[in-house]
């Protein structure tokens, strides 16, 4: 279920989302700009972090099944979490610079939202007080998901994708709105963090409750989805390249993201 979901987030993300925030700024504002050195900070480290956590274990021969040996685990999991807080250093405080809009339009700027502004214990509270729902909620709705798919006998990755719909509904309604109002930057840093916060969390901390609890974590991905990862994050590269996006760009990674919902359901 982890691998299927961060492999899922990845699709959905880099594929769906973005593609889609692009197609629809593309309908409204034809061409739309954003930050380069931001979207290529994003990229290379989901690149990074893709390739080493859900790749490597599939061609390593330390184990027959995917998964990391005791040491594997504990150097990965330590080297994903450090650049992901290297990348959080970044973006809030060396290189803030590379995250906001360059040129804002006047229409972007128009639309810009300026929420009240609050202390940081208030929204640590916030954040508590918003994550203890799906926390509570996470148990007895996976539970309620593996029943459908098995009787419905449906694909076991179903669930994956059903898991990161859910977790990534508000970043996706909120990079869809954004990309509308021809803030293509907003939508950038809600589309990629969401990936990049998923795996440099979801990969530490699950290989760590391995660890503790002695139990196999299988994280390497089957040779067809090595393919389409490989793929989307060539993708993202070349869309993400300095022009300016387009209604071509966000169709690409439309096709690909239906060509990976049809192989979850014909493997």
Do not use: W
């Amino acid at each position: 279920m982890p691998r299927d979901t961060v492999y899922a987030v990845l699709m959905i993300v880099l594929n769906g989302m973005v593609g889609a925030a692009i197609v629809i700024g593309a309908l409204r504002h034809r061409q739309q700009q954003y930050n380069l050195q931001g979207a290529l900070a994003f990229l290379a480290v989901i690149s990074s972090l893709a390739v080493l956590s859900l790749v490597l274990p599939t061609f390593t021969h330390s184990t027959a099944n995917g998964s990391l040996t005791r040491l594997q685990a504990i150097v990965f999991g330590v080297l994903t979490a450090l650049l992901y807080v290297a990348f959080l250093g970044a973006q809030t405080v060396r290189h803030r610079s590379f995250f906001v809009e360059q040129q804002g339009s006047a229409e972007g700027a128009a639309h810009a939202v300026r929420g009240p502004k609050h202390s940081l214990a208030v929204h640590a509270v916030l954040l508590i007080l918003t994550l203890l729902p799906v926390v509570l909620l996470s148990k007895p709705l996976a539970r309620i998901i593996d029943y459908g798919i098995e009787e419905a006998g449906l694909p076991t990755a179903l669930g994956g994708i059903v898991i990161a719909l859910l977790v990534l509904a508000p970043e996706g309604l909120s990079a869809l709105q954004a990309a509308s109002r021809n803030q293509l930057q907003r939508a950038v840093n809600l589309s990629l963090g969401s990936a990049l916060s998923t795996i440099g969390l979801t990969i530490p901390t699950m290989l760590a409750l391995s660890l503790m609890f002695g139990i196999p974590l299988e994280i390497g991905l089957a040779p067809g989805e090595v393919v389409m990862l490989v793929l989307t994050l060539f993708i993202a590269k070349m869309t993400f390249s300095g022009a300016p996006t387009n209604f071509v760009l966000g169709s690409v990674h439309l096709l690909v993201f239906a060509g990976f919902i049809v192989l979850v359901f014909s493997p």
